[in-house]
C-alpha cells in the first residue's frame, strides 16, 4: 500500500477547456490550475463525448462510451445500474473513496461505489418539483443545501440572489463567501484528510458545481472582470441569426442573450466562478501540503463538459462545438507515479479515460470491458464519436473529431458541417462544401457511419447515414451494465 499514491479527481461542471491562463485564454486567471498543468501533464485535445451533465457523468464513472452507459441525451430519473465503477473498483484494490460535492446520478443517494458521498448537486429542477417524494427531495437529501438551512434558515437557498440554475443572467453571491457552495466543497474536501485512515491510500472526488450558473461569485471575483476588456465571443459564417433575434431574449434559453451588454455580465460572472473555483483549489493545495501528502499523491483535473458562453450565438451545451465538447484535462503528481513533468500530451482524450488512468495508478486491474485507456502513456485513439440528442430546432448532432478537424452531422435535418481545427480553432468557417476537403470529409463520414451501424435509433446501415430518425436520450438495447462481462 505505501507504494501507491492517494488519487485526487478535481472536477467542475462546465468549464469549457479554453478557460485557463495555461490554455492560453487571454481574460481568464487561474494561477492555481496553471501551476498544476504547468508542472504536470497537459491534454489539449480533451472532449465530452456527450456534453451535458448526466451522459458525460456516467461515462466518466465507467469507463464506457455513451453507447455503451445508454445515456446519449439528458434525462434525470433514470436508475444509474451499473455493476462496474470507478470508485467500486478501486474500493476493491483497497482504496478509501469518498466523492464531496456534485454526482448527478439517480437517485440523488446513489453513491456509485464510493465509501461515503457528501453530496451537493447543484440546483436541480427534477428533485424540487412538488410531489418529488421527501427522502428523494434536494432540501433533504443535498447535504449542502441541508448545511445552508442550518447555517441561514429554513429559507436559505442558492437562488436568493435571483440567479437562475441554467440562465445566463449574473450577479454576485448575496452571503458571506463561506456559506457559497464553492467554499464548502473545499471545506468538507479538506476535512476529509483530517478524517482519513493514514494507513489507507485514499480516492477522493472534489467535485465543484460552478462555474456551472448560477454566475454567482463573490464580489471580489466580480470586481476582477468588471473593467476588463474581455474577448468578444467567436462568430462564424454559418451562425443562425434569425434563431439568435427569435430565442435571444429568454434568460434561460440555448441561446446567449441579444443584448451585447448582457453578454459581456455573463462573461464576467462565468470567468469570476472559474477563479473562484480556482482559489478553493488552492485551498485544497495547501491542506494537501500541510498533511505532508503531496509526495504520494496524484491530482487529475477536468470538467464534464464545456459553455457555449455566446460563441456562434448559442449558450449553455449539448452541442458538438468545441465551447461545449472540449473540456480541460491534467495529471499532477510525482514523477515516480506520472513521468516527467511539464508537458504536454497531444492525445486525443476523454472522460472515459479518466477511470483507467486511476485504476492505472493504483495498480489495480482494468477491466477488459472499458473503452477508455489509460492516459499514462499515451492514449492510441485517432478519432472520437460523440453525440447528444438536441430538440430544439432538430440540432440532435453525430460528430467524428480528431486532433486536427472535426464533422458534424445533424441526423434530424441532414445538415453537416466540417471545421479545420488547425487552421480554424474557432470554427469560424463551415468547409462542408469547400472542394480540397471533400477526400477528408468522405473519409470522416464514412467512419460516422461505421460508428452508428449498430444504433438502436437506425442512424446507419454501415455504409450510410440515414437521416429523420427519432433520437433518443437513452437506449433502451444496451446490453446488460450489471454485468460488464457481456461486453
Known sequence: ????????????????GDCMGFA????????????????????????????????????????????HTGKVGYQDGVDWNYGCTMAGELAKAGYYTQCVGKMHVHPLRNYLGFHNVELHDGYLHEYRFAGVDHYGNQTYADDYFYWLKEQLGASADVTDSGMDCNGWTARPWPYEEKYHPTNWVASRSIDFLRRRDPRQPFFLMASFVRPHAPYDAPQWYFDLYKDKDLRPPF???????????????????????????????????????????????????????????????????????????????????????EGSARIPMLIWGPEKYVGPGGRVDESLVELRDVMPTCLDLAGAPIPAHLDGQSMLHGVDRQWLHGEHTFWVNNASSQFIVTTRDKFIWFSQRNEEQYFDLEKDPHETHNAIHDPEYQDRIAELRHLLAQALKDSEEGYSDGEHLIPGRTPVDCLSNVRDRNCPENF
Open 235 to 321: 462568430r462564424g459564417d454559418w451562425d443562425d441569426q434569425e434563431f439568435l433575434r427569435q430565442k435571444g431574449r429568454t434568460f434561460n434559453n440555448c441561446t446567449g442573450p441579444l443584448d451585447p451588454e448582457l453578454i459581456r455580465q455573463q462573461q464576467i460572472g462565468y470567468y469570476a466562478c472559474i477563479t473562484h473555483v480556482d482559489h478553493q483549489i488552492g485551498r485544497l493545495l495547501m491542506a494537501l501540503t500541510e498533511h505532508r501528502l503531496m509526495d504520494n499523491t496524484v491530482i487529475l483535473f477536468t470538467s464534464d463538459h464545456g459553455e457555449m458562453l455566446s460563441d456562434h450565438g448559442w449558450d449553455r451545451k449539448s452541442l458538438p462545438y
Open 1 to 16: 500500500m505505501a507504494d501507491r499514491p492517494n488519487i485526487v479527481l478535481i472536477m467542475t461542471d462546465e468549464m469549457r
Open 24 to 67: 492560453g485564454h487571454p481574460d481568464v486567471k487561474t494561477p492555481y490550475l496553471d501551476t498544476l498543468a504547468s508542472q504536470g501533464v497537459y491534454f489539449p485535445h480533451a472532449y465530452s463525448s456527450c456534453p451535458t451533465c448526466v451522459p458525460a457523468r456516467a461515462i466518466l464513472h465507467t469507463g464506457l462510451s455513451q453507447r
